[in-house]
């Protein structure tokens, strides 16, 4: 393992490992319930005014642009606790939420539920 690597696995210092398309996966859960609300990702700005700020900030692969959670709709996201993974290349933010997180307006962007072990993977709605 290289000093790098042992430095961002082991280290106190914030070291982000983007992608090739220079972003990390966000995860954003309920403070509250610990529900799953959303997946996004954060280029280094997103991350950076999300450190800053406390508001959720992203980067829209489609849009290719950055954006505020909630800076349209009004459903904001206030950052509660920010985490990074092991090799520093996934974000988990708690946040409370307001208003729905998904786009279609429901709660949570996980409304559907895949059904397993009988053939063909069927959805069913959870939300």
Known sequence: MSTTDQDREEGLALQPKFDASGLVTCVATDAKSGDVLMVAHMNAEALRRTVETGDAWYFSRSRKALWRKGETSGHTQRVVEMRIDCDQDAVWIRV?????ACH???????????ETGAGEAKLSLID
């Open 104 to 114: 279609t307006g429901r709660r949570s962007c996980f409304y559907r539920k895949v």
């Open 96 to 100: 409370e939420q307001q208003g729905p």
